[in-house]
Nanobody, 111 residues
Framework: EVQLLESGGGSVQPGGSLRLSCTTSGFAFSDITFGWVRQAPGKGLEWVSRITNAGMDNYGDSVGGRFTMIRDDDEKMTYLEVRNLKSQDTAMYYC?????WGQGTVVTVSS
């Protein structure tokens, strides 16, 4: 069974940092491109980042320079390091691959 499980979300003040984790199982991890997407309250889905099986990463314009996506093929995990958080980063964050999504982890940025 394909599974993706996010963790690491929480409540932080503006300017804070978090490390979101995505634990995976049930498929050949090293062959896969992964992504993170988010959905802010009352808004649509926003693409955040992607990392290919070769380790090449890309980011959405709203998070570039503040977010870093990492993959660990040995542990079959991906991470999203989020820094200098802003109130507009408040959202549910989802780890995904083609054909599967996790349940999400909530990030709340508030003073």
């Amino acid at each position: 069974e394909v599974q993706l499980l996010e963790s690491g979300g929480g409540s932080v003040q503006p300017g804070g940092s978090l490390r979101l984790s995505c634990t995976t199982s049930g498929f050949a991890f090293s062959d896969i491109t992964f992504g993170w997407v988010r959905q802010a309250p009352g808004k649509g889905l926003e693409w955040v980042s992607r990392i290919t099986n070769a380790g090449m990463d890309n980011y959405g314009d709203s998070v570039g320079g503040r977010f870093t996506m990492i993959r660990d093929d040995d542990e079959k995990m991906t991470y999203l390091e989020v820094r200098n958080l802003k109130s507009q980063d408040t959202a549910m964050y989802y780890c995904k691959k083609r054909g599967a999504w996790g349940q999400g982890t909530v990030v709340t940025v508030s003073s």
